[in-house]
């Protein structure tokens, strides 16, 4: 059973900054990925980045690329999620997701085995 817990959500003005962190637990072995969704109020939850934890393979979704940086600590099961430029559009409840099937498409929710609570981010004036 994996588990994972997000953290360092919160509220931030236009063009500001935010960390997001993953902390996952659990049997991470074989062809481990950990991503990052975000859902807005009345949106779907749509993928932000992905990580694959032995592979080091990134991938961000077009919005993202440029101002948001995925990155891990394997040895304190930890990923990251560095947010820049943020814009009010980026707001959010962000979630820490783990799929444990090799490679997927990271873009889809049904792709990922475990999820997070969740933590959310607010980018306002």
């Known amino acids: 059973v994996v588990r994972l817990v997000e953290s360092g959500g919160g509220s931030a003005q236009p063009g500001g900054s935010l960390r997001l962190s993953c902390a996952y637990s659990g049997n991470t072995g074989g062809s481990y990925l950990l991503g990052w969704f975000r859902q807005a109020p009345g949106k779907e939850r749509e993928a932000v980045a992905c990580?694959?934890?032995?592979?080091?393979?990134?991938f961000y979704d077009d919005y993202v690329k440029g101002r948001f940086i995925i990155s891990k600590h394997n040895a304190q099961k930890m990923v990251y999620l560095q947010m820049s430029q943020l814009k009010p559009e980026d707001s959010g409840v962000y979630y820490c997701a783990a799929s444990w099937r090799g490679w997927v498409p990271w873009r889809k929710v049904d792709s990922y085995d475990a999820w997070g609570q969740g933590t959310q981010v607010t980018v306002s004036s």
């Open positions: 990580i694959y934890l032995q592979s080091d393979q990134i």
